[in-house]
């Protein structure tokens, strides 16, 4: 696909698509024509790349877990994962003892705001 259909199909301008390439997050080609050339599979990783920076992951670290994933190195990246996972029960177990005697309305709102976030993280996920 030339970069105007993945522009086209991923939602993404043609201009962030050259910056994520030009980061080395995309793979690409070149035709005879000297057109650019991106697989299938570059919309996979382009919705991955969105995920990741809703999770507010720099440029670098969505390189690293990208390259990681390619080259099968993820168990440090599942040993980090696993350790925030922790953190973050600390956390909610912190919010949950704080919010016991909150109001009602309140609680939905915060539990609102975490199942969205949630969402986001299970998209990730599946996505890997």
Known sequence: MRIGQVAKLSGLSTRTI???TSNKLLPVTRSDSNYRLY?????????RIKLLKK???????????????EDR???PIMNEVQ??????HKKLTSLEERLKDAPQEEKK???HT????LLDVMKLLSLM
Do not use: W
């Open 18 to 20: 050259d910056y994520y």
């Open 83 to 88: 350790n925030e996972i922790a953190c973050l």
């Open 114 to 117: 975490l199942e969205t976030k």
């Open 39 to 47: 697989s299938e599979d570059v919309l996979h990783t382009l919705e």
């Open 73 to 75: 190195e993820i168990e």
């Open 109 to 111: 709102k915060v539990y």
């Open 55 to 69: 999770q507010r992951m720099s440029i670098e670290e969505i390189r690293k877990v990208i390259q990681s994933r």
